[in-house]
């Protein structure tokens, strides 16, 4: 059941404004235009001037992504009066924006920071395809795993393979995950992909949807994407002050071994052990949980969180998506955004548009058609690599 916390556990740190871009091809957008774009709209959005900074987070995993490369700085680029504030890029592979969002978090709970602007942005599309590929398994540990055929995709075709072999073929619930996410993409404004494919074309191999990587099609895979997202956060006595505030309930951090070899990949040890740390300092259950923001690079990757949060035992994930429990009107919802199979997946964007979608979900401004009704508590999950960086937040409306 759900338990009660103090105030002051509630408000350590709070999600007070934000602002995202639509993900997908932006030919006209720089990292620098993107970065100025959503920091300027977040701090409008607070009602918090750039004077009242007191730290700069940004989320930027780049890996040969933009030419430019040291781009703290080019946040300070939305408001003079951002110059001399403290301003650090931080990475974490696929996590990248969720590290941001964390390390803001702990600035404001050390008392190092009132005010904290955190900004995630990643532009992807402008590389050649060949070179996103080898960008992108630069996430991988690359003394054992640099021959995988596929680059990212490969890695994960791999371990969708070795799941259909120890628990079964899987395909129906890929397509099922696949095609849910596509249906609820279509109400996100901020998605790459807003079209509902459905169960049908996402389960069929077709010239329009071959296979990739192993068992897994283009239609279980997340895309290709431009973006930038940022929130403001604040501290208690800050938040106070502002028109709605989201706090963090509870949060967990948790990093594993790089090397598969190092590991049973099938479990994502490391994610189940965030999802317990961050519901057990939230004092909650996930039943508790109104909707659920989770990690679907690949759709064999949601199936096997469905495992790792603990919705279903080992090898038994296909049940929650075969019986409904995450659909948008099932008991869990997951990805109601669309996730990163249809919202896109600008790597350092990632994990800030997670948190400022499910803020938009808590305070009841969620695009219409993908508020969750009666949203009170969400829980997000943002990971790099193959489950090495695992992040957990529960977030709660505190005003």
Known sequence: MYLHINQEMAMSAAIVGWAHTPFGKQDTETVESLIVRVA???????????????????GHF???FSAQDFTASLVLQADPALRFKPATRVENACATGSAAVHQGVRAIKAGAAKVVLVVGVEQMTTTPGPEIGKNLLKASYLAQESDVQGGFAGVFGKIA??????????SDALAMIAAKNHKNGVDNPYAQMRRDFGYAFCREESEKNPYVAGPLKRTDCSLVSDGAAALVLADEETAKSMRRAVGFRGMSHVQDFLPLSRRDILKFEGGARAWQQAL???GVALDDLSFVETHDCFTIAEL?????????????????????????????????????????????????????????????????????????????????????????????RVK
């Open 280 to 282: 057990a300092a939230a």
């Open 62 to 64: 780049n890996a040969g």
């Open 161 to 170: 393979s070795s799941y259909f072999q120890r628990h079964g073929d899987q």
């Open 40 to 58: 300027t709209d977040a701090l409008i959005d607070a009602g918090i001037t750039a004077d009242q900074v007191d730290e700069i987070v940004l």
């Open 304 to 396: 096997i969180e469905y495992e790792a949060m603990g919705l279903t035992k080992e090898g038994d994930g296909a049940r929650a998506i075969k019986e409904g429990w995450t659909q948008k009107d099932g008991k869990l919802p997951v990805n109601v955004s669309g996730g990163l199979k249809a919202k896109g997946h600008p790597i350092g964007a990632t994990g800030v548009s997670m948190h400022v979608l499910s803020a938009m979900q808590l305070v009841g401004e969620a695009p219409e058609g993908m508020q969750v009704k009666d949203a009170r508590l969400g829980g997000i999950f943002n990971m790099g690599g193959a489950a090495v960086a695992n992040y957990v937040s529960v977030l709660e």
